[in-house]
């Protein structure tokens, strides 16, 4: 299997929604995204799969040196062994890929955030950083860009969390700041217990209005230059706002499920915006 064939496989595997948006991308900047995301595949999974944090703080630690060795012109992994060609064409520096796996050893090194400033903080790394990544790879002109771009990839993320209570909480991770719990009433413990409540539903709703305002903050930063060039970003921001939606319709029931779109709608929503404009 070569370098480029992994990274797609991987990318493809992951069933992800940016995948559906990188398929209207012309091949050179195809190849660049599915390669960057595979990377960024590569080391979330070591703290999602990995269940001994030392050994995936190692593995991490092997991820660093391994950036090192590719910027150096020894990459030894299909995955930086398909990004290293195609990171100077498109602005991948080191310190971003640096930042993405800080951001996972964030993971390994915390599992409570005590509120929003230091949530922003990991999804700066975990996101925002990959979205201004991203907007590299789509053709960015304007400097701009690069603000919507980290805006919007911190939406996504804010809403991954919302999604993702259930789950996350069987892992003993609660991305939910510690201040806006207590600011609602809703006790650690009754996420762990998969526990709803009327308090529980008004603290999503709080999360969900400010995830909206972060779409709205970044679509209002997309200077017109660059719109055509974002419309990948686009067609995420549109499966990633429908999912939201659908789970706002679902009243927040997340702790015993993960809510998703089907691969055929996350395939509309991309054409969508691809052929007609529209998020």
């Known amino acids: 299997m070569t370098p480029e064939q ?42 999602d799969e990995v269940s001994d944090a030392g050994v995936a703080q190692t ?5 660093q040196a391994e950036v090192a060795r590719a910027y150096a012109g020894e990459s030894t992994h299909p995955v930086t062994q398909a990004l290293m060609p195609l990171a100077a064409d498109y602005g991948i520096e080191a310190r971003h890929l640096l930042a993405v796996i800080e951001g996972c050893q964030m993971d390994l090194q915390q599992t409570r955030y005590l509120d929003y ?7 700066h790394l975990v996101a925002g950083v990959v979205g201004e990544v991203a907007a590299r790879i789509f053709g960015q ?5 690069t603000e919507y771009a980290h805006t919007l990839g911190q939406a996504f993320q804010l809403t991954n969390i919302i999604r993702d209570v259930g789950e996350d ?23 762990l217990k998969r526990q709803y409540s009327e308090r529980f539903t008004a603290l999503m709703k709080f999360q969900a209005e400010r995830a909206h305002r972060l779409y709205d903050q970044a679509l209002a930063l997309l200077p017109e230059g660059d719109r055509r060039a974002q ?10 706002r429908t999912l939201l939606r659908e789970i706002e319709r679902d009243n927040f029931q997340v702790l015993h499920q993960r809510i998703s779109l089907t691969p055929l709608r996350k395939l509309w ?11």
């Open 231 to 240: 419309k990948p970003g686009l067609m995420m921001a549109s499966i990633y």
């Open 269 to 279: 929503l991309a054409w969508r915006v691809q052929a007609l404009g529209r998020l």
């Open 6 to 47: 992994y990274v797609q496989q991987k990318a493809a595997a992951s069933g992800s929604s940016f995948y559906y948006a990188f398929l209207f991308l012309p091949k050179p900047r195809r190849a660049a995204i599915t390669a960057f995301y595979a990377f960024c595949r590569e080391v979330d999974d070591v703290v």
């Open 59 to 63: 593995k991490l630690a092997w991820w």
């Open 169 to 191: 909480a069987l892992r003993g991770r609660i991305y939910l700041p510690m201040s806006e719990l207590q600011q609602f009433d809703v006790k650690a413990h009754e996420l």
């Open 117 to 123: 400033p230091a949530l922003q903080r990991y999804c």
């Open 141 to 145: 002109t304007q400097a701009q860009t």
